[in-house]
């Protein structure tokens, strides 16, 4: 009964002086608008745990280059002799920051994206949105050759000293050298060669792996004519003391065509 005497006495006071009570009210709500805003900060970047599995653990290392640049990054060989020289942490990973350039959109965009080190998922205990993280056990490979004759055409130059592709090392999904310039049913040499090639390989243990590849490139007499034969496929890859073994079978577009390629050593 106190407590809703006091309320009707309050009240009636506010309501006999109402630019004290408009003052006061703002005050209070003022007040706790300002008590929520740095509760809220104190709280997300003191009170509550950063979203890593052990974040407790995690610590930031910065280079002291002793000339007062106490924020100065590790360089690689610092970072790698500290991996593999001290046992003071379960796990080292690198992170740096950098900027990317978007293009294939209308305007060029510079994204924020960052160099990090195979691992840097493993030590953070967190799994990407999309995909999964490269491993030591990925290997991705980009390969591209070509070459061209200086000369105004092929005509009395040896067939030897003129481009032809396809087969196991340069275009999967086609026979070897089956890709050139044709007279009849005679696929000839010519004066300009391209080829190019990505892989994606990974390694389920040290001996053995699995692979998948995209081919593309041809050869033709006039730079004008190319147009890249297209192959891709899945394979095999094991490390065997001889060299590499590689069977890999692949779709040739042009010839809509199914083909298994087999080698072993290195190519050159």
């Known amino acids: 009964m106190n407590l809703l005497r006091d309320l009707r006495y309050g009240c009636r006071l506010l309501g006999r002086n109402r630019l004290f009570a408009i003052a006061a009210v703002t005050v209070i709500a003022l007040g706790v608008g300002a008590t929520t805003a740095v509760f809220t900060v104190v709280r997300t970047v003191l009170l509550r745990p950063l979203p890593y599995a052990d ?3 995690l610590v930031a ?3 002291d280059s002793g000339r007062g640049l106490r924020q100065a990054m590790l360089t690689s060989q610092e970072f790698v002799a500290l991996r593999d020289r001290t046992d003071i942490f379960q796990s080292l990973a690198t992170l740096v920051g950098v900027n990317a350039n978007l293009t294939g959109v209308d305007d060029m965009e510079v994204l924020p994206a960052a160099s990090v080190t195979e691992n840097l998922f493993g030590v953070l205990g967190v799994s990407p949105l999309l995909g999964r993280p490269l491993s030591l056990r990925d290997d991705f490979q980009l390969r591209a050759e070509g070459g061209a004759v200086l000369a105004g055409s092929s005509t009395g130059i040896p ?3 003129l481009f032809r592709t396809g087969g196991d090392t340069t275009v999967r999904g086609y026979d070897f050298q089956s890709l050139g310039p044709k007279k009849g049913n005679a696929v000839v040499g010519g004066r ?6 990505a892989e994606y390989t ?3 243990s040290d001996s053995w792996g699995t692979a998948a590849f995209v081919d593309a490139g041809n050869a033709v007499e006039n730079w004008s004519d190319m147009r890249f034969a297209l192959g891709y496929g899945v394979g095999i890859r094991v490390r065997s003391p001889v ?4 069977l890999d079978v692949a779709y040739g577009r042009d010839t809509n065509q199914f083909r298994v390629h087999f080698s072993v ?3 050159f």
């Open 243 to 246: 060299g590499p073994f590689r």
């Open 265 to 267: 050593g290195f190519s």
């Open 192 to 197: 300009y060669y391209v080829v190019t090639s």
């Open 61 to 63: 290392l910065r280079a």
């Open 159 to 161: 067939q030897a000293l």
């Open 202 to 204: 990974h390694w389920f």
């Open 55 to 57: 974040p407790d653990g």
